[in-house]
Each structure stands twice: as C-alpha cells, then as structure tokens.
T-cell receptor, first 113, second 113 residues
Framework: DAKTTQPTSMDCAEGRAANLPCNHS???????VYWYRQIHSQGPQYIIH???NNETNEMASLIITEDRKSSTLILPHATLRDTAVYYC??????????????FGPGTSLSVIP | KAGVTQTPRYLIKTRGQQVTLSCSPI?????VSWYQQTPGQGLQFLFE???????NKGNFPGRFSGRQFSNSRSEMNVSTLELGDSALYLC????????????FGEGSWLTVV
C-alpha cells in the first residue's frame, strides 16, 4: 500500500475550518484514501474515505486532487472536541489483509478557543 | 447500530500472568483484526480473523494468540506477560475480507507491573 506524509502538527481556531493535508504521491488506481482520528486514550475513529471523487459526510469533507497524489480533510467548523491526532492512510480494494493498515505519526490538530 | 465493543477497558496484570481480551464486532461484520498500539512503535498488526479462520498473523511471539467464534466475536490471549506488553490493544471489525472500511473499538488498556 502507498505511503502517506502529513504535517506533524497544526492549530486551528475554534469555529474555523480545519484543513488537514495528506500527500500520497505513490497511490495506485485501486487504492482508497481513508481518514481516521484518535483522541487520547481512545481507539481510532473512522471519519471518511474516497477513491477519486470528493466526499462529504456529517463529520467532514474529503477533497482529492485530480491526480490523486494528495488530499485534504476539511472539518468545516472545528470545535474543541476535534482536538486529536488525524491519520491519513491508503488501502487497496479487493481481497486484502488488514496487516497493511499502517498509521503513520499523523497530524496532531489542536483547536484553540 | 452498536460499534465495536472491547472488554475490559482497563486492566493491570503482573509479569508472568496471562490475560484474555474480548471483542464484539459490529453486527453483521465477519472480519476482526487486532492491533497493539504503543507510543514508541505506533500501531502494529497482531492477527486477523474471518469466518473463524486466522487469515494473517503479525510478527509477534507465540505468547500472543487469538480466536474467533461462530458469532464473529473474537478473543485474544497473551500468556506469560512481560512489562513490554503494556499497551493499548485495539480490535477492529469489517464487513468482510475485501478491503472494506474497518472500524475500531475503544481498546483495552493493559498495564503489566
């Protein structure tokens, strides 16, 4: 599975949009981009995923560039409860094993009051 | 619908003891995978089960074992506990083995003293 790179940390003012970038320049055609977040002492929480089209759900929006080499997770109105480590991973479709679920260091997002 | 449920949430064990952790996947999910998460090593894959069969195993010693029951519930066992086994143990479930979204439980915090 392709590797991802993310900034180590970011700050965002409460109520503003948080835009978290992810680079996955070696992504292949059958690999999806997934975003999870982990609040201290809890398990990772699934946020959103996509293949090539932009996606939106009740939590966030995912913008994937046309060449699929990078993506941005957007939290439209960040709250203090969005303070967490955000992980971007890529996973291929089709029969696969979950041993390839690799979370890098992620981006530590701090939402500032 | 209920998420992935892990029990116990927190536990403290003594070196040399053994521990059993339990995981109930999301209803209808047949694939369960286990991970160990530590600050230094990040998320590491332990094993994966589908339809009561272990599909893959990570690079952990034989003291770590697991199983899946016919109702898809899963357990993992660690025997002869060592201090280094202190970690957050995460269970995740997915619909099947075809690379669908995986959902994590809250984890079981194990402290070995």
């Amino acid at each position: 599975d392709a590797k991802t790179t993310q900034p180590t940390s970011m700050d965002c003012a409460e109520g503003r949009a948080a835009n978290l970038p992810c680079n996955h320049s070696t992504i292949s055609g059958n690999e999806y981009v997934y975003w999870y977040r982990q609040i201290h002492s809890q398990g990772p929480q699934y946020i959103i995923h996509g293949l090539k089209n932009n996606e939106t759900n009740e939590m966030a929006s995912l913008i994937i560039t046309e060449d699929r080499k990078s993506s941005t997770l957007i939290l439209p109105h960040a709250t203090l409860r969005d303070t967490a480590v955000y992980y971007c991973i890529v996973r291929r479709s089709g029969e696969t094993s979950y041993d390839k679920v690799i979370f890098g260091p992620g981006t530590s997002l701090s939402v500032i009051p | 619908k209920a998420g992935v449920t892990q029990t116990p949430r927190y536990l403290i064990k003594t070196r040399g003891q053994q521990v059993t952790l339990s995981c109930s996947p999301i209803s209808g999910h047949r694939s369960v995978s286990w991970y160990q998460q530590t600050p230094g090593q990040g998320l590491q894959f332990l094993f994966e089960y589908f339809s009561e069969t272990q599909r893959n195993k990570g690079n952990f010693p034989g003291r770590f074992s697991g199983r899946q029951f016919s109702n898809s519930r899963s357990e993992m066992n660690v025997s002869t506990l060592e201090l280094g086994d202190s970690a957050l143990y995460l269970c995740a479930s997915s619909l099947d083995k075809f690379g669908n979204t995986i959902y994590f439980g809250e984890g079981s915090w194990l402290t070995v003293v």
